[in-house]
Structures are given as structure tokens and as C-alpha cells.
């Protein structure tokens, strides 16, 4: 594992904490942190990051808090505070 995959890694955790801490704009600031250091990198972001991630804003997504979940024929709809909307595929 290169640094910089290890570095997404600890920027996801700890914008997760911070997500749940309620500090939302130093979890937004780690996450443009870890967009940045990926495309520098020329890596994808994991998809458990991608998944938790609003591309609008930037923010880091907690079902019931700050997103909605919904489910429809196929996919998942994620729908963040600021209108953002996600359509993944069932898993």
C-alpha cells in the first residue's frame, strides 16, 4: 500500500469522526483534503469514501443527519442537505 492510499485511509476515518462529532465543515475540509491527494496521485478514492461523499458540496454524508436514503426499482437514492441527489446500483 502506497502513503497516499494510506493517507486516504486516515482522512476517511477522520472525517468520519468528525462527521459524527458534528463538525461538519472540518469533515468537509477532509474530505476536499482526500480528493485532492487522490487526483495528485492519479488514485480512485474507495468506494465506501465515494459512497459517503456529497460531489456537490463536498460534505460527508450520515443517513438521518445530513442524507436521505431511499430505495427504489434497482438502485439507492441519496439525496444530500443541499438537493444533491446519487443513484447507486443495489450491491
Known sequence: MSV???RLE???ELAREAAIAGEDERARYYVRLAR???ERNR???PRSF???TCDECDAY???GANARVRL???HVVITCDCGA???YPYD
Open 10 to 12: 486516515r482522512l476517511h
Open 4 to 6: 497516499a492510499e494510506e
Open 72 to 74: 427504489r426499482d434497482g
Open 85 to 87: 441527489q446519487a443513484r
Open 50 to 52: 465515494r459512497r459517503f
Open 36 to 38: 485532492r491527494v487522490a
Open 61 to 63: 454524508l450520515r443517513p
Open 43 to 45: 488514485l480512485t478514492l
